[in-house]
């Protein structure tokens, strides 16, 4: 149980399923959570503000400490409690480098998704362009040719960065299970497919997916065409 431990997280939100997967994976369930609304502007509430500056989730407190970057929780979990739960940093010198290396390319991964998904979000009407979010589509497409890439070279079965699960996965999965969502196709990437079928059923994973995902499918699958 971790009774001391508060997230205040929105749903749809691929740096909050981040943290609440490192929670699953550390046996933390039972922490405080708060399920607020994005479309209401509850990131920018007094309550979000007091513990976030920014005004985003996930917003994280264990104890009197705050950690609200979602790579940060997720490094501040394993560090914090190493010795329980699923183990998620590799001791292997070769294993370990390869997960952070992943890591911090899924930053520029999750970018060139948000890029083509939210360009209407991100960029006010008035300021959009066809060819701007061509651009971005074209970017995303060689980052997925990259990820195909990279998931080839390690094999069927694996992993993001060897034969066990590790914070690579915890951070790079939800870029992967959005893409799908938003109607990639399985067809023209095989190996990201093989990917989200070999995780979408962790204990982990399926415990803290997207609440409002049960409700159905995204209405514009923008990513069909790419
Ligand atoms: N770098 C942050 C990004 C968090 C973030 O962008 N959260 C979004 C929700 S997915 C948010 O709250 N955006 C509102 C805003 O930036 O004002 C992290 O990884 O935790």
Known sequence: MA???TLLWCTGSCPC??????????NLQGYNHQLL????????????LDINPRGQFPTFKHGDNVVNESYAICFYLESQFKSQGNKLIPDGPEEQALM?????????FYDKLGNVIYYDWYVPEG?????ALKRNKDALVA????????LSKQGSGSF????????????????????????????????????YALLKDRPSIKASRPPHWLEGPEEELLLKEI
Request: charged share 30%; net charge negative.
């Open 37 to 48: 609304s994005f479309d209401k502007m509850e990131h920018k509430s007094q309550q979000v």
């Open 143 to 150: 980052e997925l040719g990259l990820w195909e890439g990279y």
């Open 160 to 195: 993001l960065a060897g034969k066990t699960f590790s914070l690579a996965d915890v951070v790079v999965f939800p870029t992967v299970a959005f893409l799908f969502r938003f109607g990639l196709s399985a067809g023209r990437y095989p190996k990201l497919e093989e990917y």
């Open 17 to 26: 399923w981040r943290a609440m997967i490192a929670l699953e994976e550390k």
């Open 127 to 131: 300021e959009r362009h066809d060819s």
């Open 100 to 108: 952070y290396q992943r890591m911090f390319e899924g930053l520029t």
């Open 3 to 5: 009774k001391n431990m």
